[in-house]
């Protein structure tokens, strides 16, 4: 079964620091999800967007975060506009020549 990628991109209605903020207090709670290998926080501060991009060990942990709270938060959060969520099956022998970080 091949590892997943999860992408979500937001509009974000604050200020820079304040999503920066958002993401802080998030990355904990982030961080103790089951099947997460690794998320990166990203944010495009002109065009007023963040990403989150994720690697899952399977599709059923990635399935697991996008029907549970921290996703369910986040909906509801009024800084967050335009929610965009992608799923990605991982290619691991193309990655693995580029050095991503998805073996193991």
Known sequence: MPKKILQINVKFN??????????????SPISGVQG???????????????????????EESMKSYLDGPIVA????KKAFTDINVKTFDVVEEATAITRGPVQG
């Open 14 to 27: 604050v200020t820079a620091e304040e999503l920066k903020d958002e993401f802080k207090s998030a990355a």
């Open 36 to 58: 997460l290998k690794w998320k990166i926080f990203g944010m495009n501060e002109d065009q007023k967007e963040g990403a989150g991009i994720y690697l899952f060990e399977n």
């Open 73 to 76: 938060a986040m909906k509801e």
